[in-house]
Antibody, heavy 116, light 108 residues
Framework: QVQLVQSGAEVKRPGSSVKVSCRGS????????IAWVRQAPGQGLELMGG????????AYAQKFQGRVTISTDDSTSTIFLELNSLRSEDTALYFC?????????WGQGTMVTVSS | DVQMTQSPSTLSASVGDRVTITCRAS??????LAWYQQKPGKAPKLLIY???TLEIGVPSRFSASGSGTEFTLTISSLQPDDFASYYC???????????FGQGTKLEI
């Protein structure tokens, strides 16, 4: 069964960094773009960026430029999201998703809580 | 970037009702539109892609139409499991770039 498995919940202090992972299993992920989407409590879905395999590089939403880094480990079919300079507004559920015709495959989500 | 605007933001309905949600794009996006259903604390579920193509396994009471800048999602006869939030999304196939609508909460 093809699935995206994300790392566990994190609690972080303001100003620190968090790194969330998303591992693909049960199928081929090469050639697929993977996006990172977050959802603050009670809010909508917000794209943060993703990895574009055709270009072999990440792309970031303008809002997060300079504060987010997306990287990959092809040997383990894993994509990482690192967010720096955390603030309370970054408290959210973070999802990875595979892009084909829309985002048909999602990870289970990783809750990141930023609190002093 | 393309801006996606959904309406209404909240929709009250009953089991058996027919409901329609509208999504408008700030510029033409051809048929590059998807619809998702999301329940609290869960990942969104893809319902529709390419504006009107039903994802495998999605019940036929869900349908969608539109192209260019105006799109609709219709649920023909609401079932208890359908009460959730719905999002439209402009996407680029095989790219992570996308824009989501702000969502519609469908409640009893």
């Amino acid at each position: 069964q093809v699935q995206l498995v994300q790392s566990g919940a994190e609690v972080k202090r303001p100003g620190s960094s968090v790194k969330v992972s998303c591992r693909g299993s049960g199928g081929s992920f090469s050639g697929y773009a993977i996006a990172w989407v977050r959802q603050a409590p009670g809010q909508g879905l917000e794209l943060m960026g993703g990895f574009i395999p055709a270009l072999e590089r990440p792309a970031y939403a303008q809002k997060f430029q300079g504060r987010v880094t997306i990287s990959t480990d092809d040997s383990t079919s894993t994509i990482f999201l690192e967010l720096n300079s955390l603030r309370s507004e970054d408290t959210a559920l973070y999802f990875c998703a595979r892009s084909a015709n829309g985002f048909g495959l999602w990870g289970q989500g990783t809750m990141v809580t930023v609190s002093s | 970037d393309v801006q996606m605007t959904q309406s209404p933001s909240t929709l009250s309905a009953s089991v058996g009702d027919r409901v329609t949600i509208t999504c408008r794009a700030s510029q033409s996006i051809s048929s590059w539109l998807a619809w998702y259903q999301q329940k609290p604390g869960k990942a969104p579920k893809l319902l529709i892609y390419k504006a009107s193509t039903l994802e495998i396994g999605v019940p036929s009471r869900f349908s969608a139409s539109g192209s260019g800048t105006e799109f609709t999602l219709t649920i023909s006869s609401l079932q208890p499991d359908d009460f959730a939030s719905y999002y439209c999304q402009h996407y680029n196939s095989y790219s992570p770039r996308c824009s989501f609508g702000q969502g519609t909460k469908l409640e009893i």
